[in-house]
């Protein structure tokens, strides 16, 4: 298959998606989870808030890494980071290790967010950029929206370890999709 734009936007689009999922995917489950951890809210309430810092604090730090040791084996490392902490985060046996779990799945959102955004500037053709911008914003304010939604459904019918579980087949799908791309990416691209 040949490089394109739409197949580099498209990639780079289920980043920002998978990682605003895992956002708001969980909230849904946090009185089952104080159930079934035996915790209190406060606590509980951590796993989205362990989430949401880890974004916050390492997103300079990604950009750092990504500028260091390359933008497609970075975005690839955080495909993986996010997809084993959610896989964990399924069979977790209490509630600090899936508090724990959230935030490295939390380093592996920051480096979606923050690589996607600059790949689509290295890589995107300048008047395509802005286009390109709001299609990713678009897919954030999607994966935000419907994660409740798929979190709700998920969680009636299967347990809250499914949330975490949808997270991990959808992040090894974006790592197959992404090792596809890179293969077709241009060598004075990479």
């Known amino acids: 298959m040949k490089y394109t734009d739409k197949g580099l936007l498209t990639t780079i689009s289920l980043c920002i ?19 079934f951890f035996a915790a209190s809210f406060q606590a509980i309430q951590w796993v989205v808030i362990a989430y949401l810092l880890t974004i916050t604090a ?55 967010l923050t690589v996607s955004m600059a790949m689509v500037k290295r890589n995107i053709a300048k008047e395509r950029t802005g286009t390109a911008m709001g299609i990713l914003g678009t897919m954030s304010a999607i994966g935000t929206a419907i994660g409740p939604s798929a979190g709700g459904l998920l969680l ?9 579980l949808l997270l991990t087949f959808l992040g090894i799908e974006l790592e ?9 990416l241009p060598s004075e691209l990479q």
């Open 58 to 112: 390492f997103v300079a730090i990604a950009g750092k890494l990504a500028d260091q040791h390359g933008h497609e084996k970075t975005l690839l490392f955080g495909i993986v980071v996010f997809t084993l902490s959610s896989l964990a985060s399924a069979y977790v046996s209490n509630i600090w290790l899936l508090i724990v779990m959230r935030a490295i799945q939390g380093v592996g959102a920051a480096i979606l």
């Open 156 to 164: 009636s019918h299967f347990g809250w370890p499914s949330i975490f």
């Open 176 to 184: 197959l999709l992404w090792g596809f791309w890179v293969q077709c």
């Open 17 to 35: 998606l998978l990682a605003s999922l895992g956002t708001s995917i969980v909230n849904i489950a946090l009185p089952s989870l104080t159930a």
